[in-house]
């Protein structure tokens, strides 16, 4: 799986209301987040969120009240894959970030991280461990294109220059070709394995820290727009048409947690 570095390879809503997500985003997304703890043994609950084609999209952290207490908040999280999860942090941290949660290993999982670069957005890093049957697989959350996949991957960053440089030599992205937003900055778009994975802008005065969002895949975002208030949740933004054709909104769930939507318009 060293092939994989730079890859994202999951994600997870971390929540107050496991319940509540899976009826909000189960309606959103057309997702199925296991109604159960998904984990066996005493630890966190954990749910995993499976697509209708039968993969995973990732998982459910239910937040406990001692982690609340600990300054946990709902949020949505981006793990990427890395070959040695303790030099990455240690990188991390030699260019002014900090550790949150210090390199750990879950059995049958993996090691990882929970991070913050230097500009304060939250990210994970892992090595996965891969089935012991299955010693090649890569992960398939994050596609360009489907739906109930995540679809893209942005970072609003106070330092978008600082950012584009530590995030390419850490994960090996490249940054190729940009879209300038007038008086906002330049949209700088990140490139993995030969495809567009994502983009890094400067963070927008309305957002309070530096952060990650992700856009989830939809059939249809008028649908799924009209599926977050109706659950309620609130849009944060219009719906607007990007390149290409597809339309997406920035949206927080009902615990208020954010995050983006994208997919066709079919009205």
Not at 102 to 126: K, S, W
Request: charged content about 20%.
């Amino acid at each position: 799986m060293a092939q994989d570095r730079g890859a994202f390879i999951w994600y997870e809503l971390m929540t107050t209301d496991a319940a509540g997500a899976k009826a909000f985003y189960d309606a959103v997304v057309g997702w199925d987040i296991d109604a159960q703890n998904s984990m066996p043994g005493d630890g966190p609950e954990y749910r995993m969120i499976k697509r209708s084609d039968g993969g995973f999209a990732g998982g459910v952290l239910t937040l406990t009240d001692a982690m609340c207490e600990e300054g946990a908040r709902p949020g949505w999280f981006g793990y990427v894959h890395v070959p040695d999860v303790d030099a990455a942090v240690a990188r991390i941290v030699e260019a002014g970030g900090t550790t949150f949660i210090a390199p750990h290993d879950l059995e049958g999982v993996g090691r990882m991280a929970l991070v913050a670069d230097p500009q304060g957005a939250p990210i994970y890093v892992m090595t996965p461990t891969p089935p012991p049957d299955q010693p090649d697989a890569q992960s398939d959350v994050f596609d360009y294109e489907k739906p109930q996949h995540v679809r893209w991957n942005e970072l609003q960053t106070t330092d978008p220059a600082a950012a584009v440089t530590l995030y390419t030599e850490l994960f090996g992205w490249e940054q190729k070709d940009s879209m300038p937003m007038g008086e906002m900055g330049d949209y700088q778009f990140l490139h993995h394995d030969g495809g567009m994975i994502g983009a890094v802008m400067p963070k927008m005065p309305d957002v309070p820290q530096s952060v990650w969002s992700y856009y989830i895949g939809v059939d249809d975002i008028d649908r799924a727009a009209g599926a977050v208030t109706d659950g309620g949740g609130e849009h944060l933004g219009e719906i607007m048409e990007i390149p290409g054709g597809d339309f997406a909104v920035h949206c927080a769930d009902p615990q208020g947690a954010a995050f983006g939507l994208v997919g066709p318009r079919k009205a």
